[in-house]
């Protein structure tokens, strides 16, 4: 079964320095019939200003994943963390038993475009810690290339959840595929261009359900796309 959740669906906020999707109910954004899709929690894509963005905040209990598409985002935390991440980069940060963080747009001219993903934990009360790695275009070209997983094999991010998250990029008309078996749970995010997966159209911002498939089938549009498959426990 698919179910798309289209881009224009999504809720919305904007204000002078930010303007942001929500994907699923998210701060002032409610709609109890998109909550979440299993254990993923949030998706929102972010349009940070110049030299704007989120002062110290907390979190708890919660995988957060930034991807960052355009742009730049510095990263501060009360770890001693500090970074500067851009494409390519999966920044991973688990909450645990609480942890506070800034995120900024360091550039003075150039807006940043990011997307920021929550992943519930399948256990509370851990050491709160920090990961980011870098994937290369050549490595998610014309392929799923795994960025985060619960055991970090193949250079992924360590998510303290049971998922496997991939990200690709392919070429016009291009076919990849995967397959799973009958109980595990799949959301795609489109992130640029259009696709198909299972002949269903996908466009930039758009999100896909898919339950009890055990096979998917992605196809380029007329154009590069990329996107990110969510396999969920």
Not at 118 to 140: A, M, N, V
Not at 159 to 188: C, F, M
């Amino acid at each position: 079964m698919i179910t798309v959740r289209h881009s224009q669906e999504r809720g919305h906020a904007q204000i002078d320095w930010l303007d942001s999707y929500h994907t699923f109910s998210f701060a002032s954004y409610y709609d109890p019939q998109h909550m979440g899709f299993g254990p993923l929690r949030v998706i929102n894509e972010d349009r940070i200003a110049p030299a704007a963005g989120f002062a110290p905040h907390s979190h708890s209990d919660m995988e957060i994943v930034t991807y960052v598409l355009d742009g730049a985002l510095e990263h501060k935390d009360s770890l001693g963390n500090g970074s500067v991440i851009y494409p390519g980069d999966v920044q991973r940060m688990s909450a645990g038993t609480g942890i506070r963080h800034s995120e900024y747009n360091p550039s003075r001219d150039a807006w940043g475009h990011l997307l920021q993903i929550w992943i519930l934990p399948d256990r509370q009360g851990t050491q709160p810690s920090y990961e980011q790695t870098h994937f290369s275009r050549e490595q998610k070209y014309g392929t799923l290339c795994l960025i985060g997983s619960a055991d970090g094999r193949h250079g992924s991010v360590t998510i303290q959840q049971d998922v496997n998250l991939y990200a690709a990029i392919v070429a016009a008309g291009d076919r990849l595929s995967h397959t799973v078996p009958p109980e595990r749970k799949l959301w795609v995010q489109g992130v640029r261009g259009s696709f198909t997966v299972n002949g269903q159209p996908v466009a930039p911002g758009d999100g896909v359900a898919i339950a009890e498939d055990t096979h998917l089938e992605f196809v380029g549009g007329a154009a590069e796309c990329e996107f990110l498959l969510f396999d969920l426990g």
